[in-house]
């Protein structure tokens, strides 16, 4: 990943098979770019990526904030992601990505799905990311860090056969890390922790 744009002129790892973009640029507290900035420092990327013959995924975005409160947005007029990658690609003329990435921290699957394909023509405010014709990277995804091990264990086992059965997901990541306590699948010496044993356990074949 080339996380912000003090690295987007970075020679990539060898063996590297994707490139990702931006980590939520649209976050203060992230990489924080507006979407014109993402898109400048774009073609240095997508000029990597064509080198090394890889695909190339977008910025990974999310909800930064609310019509109410976006004092955690870098741009305070843009607080949802399908705008920011919007205006990231109508400032990126010529810009170029085989994947979507996307992140979502949500506790059921009705939002995911809503989240993911668009909930607009049942009256909805979620415009989905199938808009951008390009297949999905949900790179993280799990309940919030409120939410119990047996809430998250029960969002897992919903999420996952969905995003399994969904054509527009090409990969996807559930969020294991030390954040949300709840959500980690490995203890600290490496070893599955009971939701960890019921990720891997799930039906699989998106790889």
Known sequence: MVWGSGTANSALPAGAHYVLGFNEPNFK?????????????????????????????????????????????????ITDPY?????????????????????WYNCDLPSLKAYIE??????????????FGKPIWLTEFSCGGGSSVAQQTAYMKAAVPYLEGNANIARYSWFSASPIPNAQLMKSDGSLTDLGKTYIALPESCR
């Open 29 to 77: 507290a992230q990489s924080d770019l507006s979407p014109q900035q993402a898109a400048a420092a774009w073609p240095q990327i997508q000029a990597h990526a064509k080198t090394a013959g890889i695909p190339l995924v977008s910025p990974a975005v999310n909800f930064c904030g609310s019509a109410s409160d976006s004092s955690q947005c870098t741009v305070s007029t």
């Open 118 to 131: 668009g909930n607009t023509s049942t009256g909805g405010g979620l415009q989905g990311f199938v808009q």
């Open 83 to 103: 705008t920011y990658l919007k205006d990231f690609f109508a400032a990126c003329t010529g810009c170029e990505v085989d994947y979507v990435a996307v992140h």
